[in-house]
């Protein structure tokens, strides 16, 4: 009797299978995540926001990104447009895309200053600050941000780009 009660219980307690993670994914999962990465995720969530108001510019806005790029120590902010690919197209959609990311109020008097503001609040700790945390953070994240737009004639495959920053109103063309 005692031997069929333990057989019958053992066979309804749950079969448990232990599996452990791959060694890639533990490696993924001892390795944190820093302020620039999340400064670099929070430009481009508001990179890729754009898409929802395509009232802003003149063509349709398709996409937006926030990367880094090592080599030239700089953070890159793209807008990719899709309209004729003309250089004009090109400039004016820049532009609006530059007051889109750092809009000027009366309490940021300048595009500079608005890009510093939020480029510090995107790359810094929510609701406290550090005493490590470099001074005039915003400034020296704005001195290395170039922002770009891409313009793609999907008929003719031809492409127009321009660049800026938000130090200064000129706007550049990017040549192939």
């Known amino acids: 009797m005692f031997q069929r009660s333990f057989f019958t219980f053992a066979l309804l307690l749950p079969i448990c299978v232990f599996a452990e993670p791959s060694k890639t994914l533990q490696y993924l999962m001892s390795q944190p995540v820093t302020l620039f990465d999340w400064g670099i995720l929070n430009a481009n969530i508001e990179m890729e926001s754009y898409i929802k ?5 003149s063509i349709r806005y398709v996409a937006g990104q926030a990367r880094y790029d090592y080599s030239k120590n700089r953070i890159i902010l793209t807008g990719t447009f899709q309209g004729k690919g003309t250089q004009k197209e ?34 810094t700790h929510e609701g406290y600050s550090l005493d490590k945390q470099p001074k005039f953070l915003g400034k020296q994240l704005v001195d290395i941000t170039i922002i770009e737009a891409h313009i793609i004639n999907l008929k003719t495959i031809h492409t127009a780009k321009c660049q800026s920053t938000f130090t200064s109103p000129d706007i550049s063309v990017i040549v192939p």
């Open 53 to 57: 108001f395509n009232h802003i510019f």
């Open 90 to 123: 090109c400039t004016y959609n820049l532009r609006r895309l530059k007051m889109s990311f750092a809009p000027t109020t009366s309490t940021r008097p300048s595009q500079e200053v608005s890009a510093e503001q939020v480029l510090d609040g995107f790359f």
